[in-house]
């Protein structure tokens, strides 16, 4: 049974930083693509950043936020500093099948439950 497991979300000021993890089993971790999406109240669900062997980000987010993964671990990890009001989403963390880190999220397979991030002051 594949299973994602985001944590780390919580409720910080504006310029703060939080760290997520996205623990991954159930899949063969090294040699899938793994992405980060996040969904706003009344929003679509939008991309933030993905890594195979290199990352990619969404233009809102780039140099503010850093992904990486650690395939000994089996787990994901998005960096997020200098966090903003709109920054606030449920972010979720998602497997794709393959080694294509899409910005696409009809591309990625299996998907976690969420943590919630807020930024308010």
């Known amino acids: 049974q594949v299973q994602l497991g985001e944590s780390g979300g919580g409720l910080v000021l504006p310029g703060a930083s939080l760290r997520l993890s996205c623990p991954a089993s159930?899949?063969?971790?090294?040699?899938?693509?793994m992405a980060w999406f996040r969904q706003a109240p009344g929003k679509g669900r939008e991309f933030v950043a993905a890594?195979?062997?290199?990352?990619s980000y969404a233009g809102s987010v780039k140099g503010r936020f850093t992904v990486s993964r650690d395939n000994a671990q089996n787990t994901l990890y998005l960096q997020m500093n200098s966090l903003k009001t709109e920054d606030t989403a449920v972010y979720y963390c998602?497997?794709?099948?393959?080694?294509?880190?899409?910005?696409?999220?009809?591309?990625?397979?299996?998907w976690g439950q969420g943590t919630q991030v807020t930024v308010s002051s």
């Open positions: 998602a497997a794709s099948s393959g080694y294509y880190a899409s910005t696409l999220s009809t591309e990625y397979t299996y």
């Open positions: 890594i195979a062997r290199m990352p």
């Open positions: 159930g899949i063969t971790f090294s040699s899938r693509a």
